[in-house]
T-cell receptor, first 114, second 113 residues
Framework: AQTVTQSQPEMSVQEAETVTLSCTYD???????LFWYKQPPSRQMILVIR??????QNATENRFSVNFQKAAKSFSLKISDSQLGDTAMYFC???????????FGTGTRLKVLA | NAGVTQTPKFQVLKTGQSMTLQCAQD?????MSWYRQDPGMGLRLIHY???????DQGEVPNGYNVSRSTTEDFPLRLLSAAPSQTSVYFC????????????FGPGTRLLVL
């Protein structure tokens, strides 16, 4: 069974600094997708970034970028120039083609300090 | 475009009561799903649907029923509420079941006494 592990329950970062959230996953398949979702205090789940496993290039979205290491099964999220509005719970998620099921990690609570 | 909507926002039930959590999307998405979020456990898939008339179980289906009679609606039924079902419930949808981005509703907070 696929699993997603986020080993950092909580992290903090100073405003304007850079922080990296880690995510590892376990699969023997080659065709899958990875996601990072943000859940601010409002509770709304918002997509941060999506990565297709067959693409070697790391996905980026403004201040958010990933380091996708397929062989190591690692999918970390880097947030540059952290802003107070980045304070949220961040979830890593995995989807394997043909299973119809998204698997979520347990989340990392990030606090950006002024 | 309202996206994914959920009702109610908050509900208190007594043990043994039944209720239906509503979910609707207006994006013509084929794939819809229900999750529960509990502290320290992330989001766990309850049921999902790949299209009207097609549903299947997720990771934690016990105590819940679903149906999908239309593309737009995907209600979640609690048959006999238990305190263990106290949680925040999210509905999500995506264009297809091929690894597309899921769009989430605002969530329903359920308290079972």
């Amino acid at each position: 069974a696929q699993t997603v592990t986020q080993s950092q329950p909580e992290m903090s970062v100073q405003e304007a600094e850079t922080v990296t959230l880690s995510c590892t996953y376990d699969t023997s398949e080659s065709n899958y997708y990875l996601f990072w979702y943000k859940q601010p205090p409002s509770r709304q789940m918002i997509l941060v970034i999506r990565q297709e496993a067959y693409k070697q290039q790391n996905a980026t979205e403004n201040r958010f970028s990933v380091n996708f290491q397929k062989a190591a099964k690692s999918f970390s999220l880097k947030i540059s120039d952290s802003q107070l509005g980045d304070t949220a719970m961040y979830f890593c998620a995995f989807f394997r083609s043909g299973t119809y099921k998204y698997i979520f990690g347990t989340g990392t609570r990030l606090k950006v300090l002024a | 475009n309202a996206g994914v909507t959920q009702t109610p926002k908050f509900q208190v039930l007594k043990t043994g009561q039944s209720m239906t959590l509503q979910c609707a999307q207006d994006m013509n998405h084929e794939y819809m799903s229900w999750y529960r979020q509990d502290p320290g456990m992330g989001l766990r898939l309850i049921h999902y649907s790949v299209g009207a008339g097609i549903t299947d179980q997720g990771e934690v289906p016990n105590g819940y029923n679903v149906s999908r009679s239309t593309t737009e609606d995907f209600p979640l039924r609690l048959l006999s509420a238990a305190p263990s079902q106290t949680s925040v419930y999210f509905c999500a949808s995506s264009y297809s079941s091929a690894g597309e981005t899921q769009y989430f509703g605002p969530g329903t907070r359920l308290l079972v006494l």
